[in-house]
């Protein structure tokens, strides 16, 4: 397997504000690189894991059993986090981090169907035990429901163009592999629009968000890791496209809204103040020496949110 270089890891850890008893929960725990450093720090606390790919659960049990016994990894989607650990007996953790989208060996690894550079049969499945796949959606949703979520979900201007070439060529054989559909999109977009930057890539991210519900369950789930904050907790999200940036965004920044009846006082009652705050207005955006190093940085941003009672 290709080596995973983990998005923003400095800046994550250290927006953690990790001693060595806290009670920590990496969301997505992937292939272990924000979960073994958060593990090195917190030799007295507890690593709560979730993630819902049996192979990145596999990987990442052997590389955090190096550094310690002190964790727990929950096959599952993060939608259930609270559910999940309160049946563990956790109600309050000190940190919960957040790295949304897919990772580089679900990437690099063709069986997947994640990419649109290596030929695979149509998959996308971040959870293999789920039967849906990106299979399912190229080639039973309508023109409609397809040109609908490749705008919704991939912003493409071509949206309607993709669609239409897509049902037409199924009219004939389904449509099963990778490249296959990679060489329908790149007859539906105009030449000159395929200098700048892959045709399908916007394609492809629309099918993995619908075959993986991933927008679907930001909302509550973060919600849900607010709840749970102890005072001076912090909950930190990495995204990786506007969509998913734009929705924390907001959702941080309705958590940390000041009452309109008080806003502009010079001395806030307690009571009217909200219950979080910004850790900084702006997202954190990665070095130029972390992009130089990890070219798939590009476009992740860090933003972060502090329970301050």
Do not use: W
Not at 88 to 93: H, T
Not at 140 to 149: C, F, M, P, Q
Not at 220 to 225: C, E, L, R, S
């Amino acid at each position: 397997m290709e080596k995973h270089i983990s998005v923003l890891l400095e800046e994550s850890i250290s927006s953690l504000n990790l001693d060595e008893s806290s009670i920590i929960v990496d969301a997505t725990l992937g292939y272990g690189g924000h979960s073994s450093n958060i593990l090195e720090r917190i030799k007295k606390g507890h690593l709560f894991a979730f993630d819902q790919d049996s192979e990145a659960i596999r990987h990442s049990t052997n590389r955090l059993s190096k550094i310690g016994t002190n964790f727990t990894i929950i096959k599952s989607n993060f939608v259930h986090l609270q559910e999940k650990l309160n049946d563990l007996g956790v109600y309050k953790v000190d940190g919960i981090l957040f790295d949304l989208g897919v990772s580089s060996p679900q990437l690099d690894d063709s069986e997947r169907g994640f990419s649109f550079h290596n030929d695979a049969r149509l998959d996308m499945r971040m959870d293999r035990e789920q039967d849906f796949s990106a299979y399912d959606v190229v080639n039973s949703y309508t023109k409609e429901e397809l040109a609908r979520i490749f705008y919704k979900y991939g912003e493409d201007r071509f949206s309607n163009n993709i669609a239409k070439k897509i049902v037409e060529y199924r009219e004939s054989k389904p449509i099963e592999t990778t490249l296959e559909l990679v060489d329908i999109i790149k007859s539906a977009v105009p030449m000159k629009f395929r200098v700048d930057k892959h045709p399908a890539r916007q394609i492809f991210q629309a099918i993995r968000i619908e075959v993986n519900h991933e927008l679907d369950v930001i909302e509550p789930a973060i919600n849900q890791a607010l709840d749970m904050l102890n005072i001076g907790g912090r909950v930190c999200v990495i995204t990786f496209h506007s969509l998913e940036d734009r929705l924390v965004k907001n959702i941080f920044k309705e958590k940390c809204k000041i009452d309109e009846k008080v806003k502009g006082l010079p001395n806030i009652p307690l009571e009217y103040l909200p219950d979080f705050k910004l850790i900084s207005n702006k997202a954190i955006a990665p070095s130029d020496e972390e992009l130089k190093l990890n070219p798939r940085a590009r476009s992740s941003k860090l933003r972060v949110i502090e329970r301050i009672k």
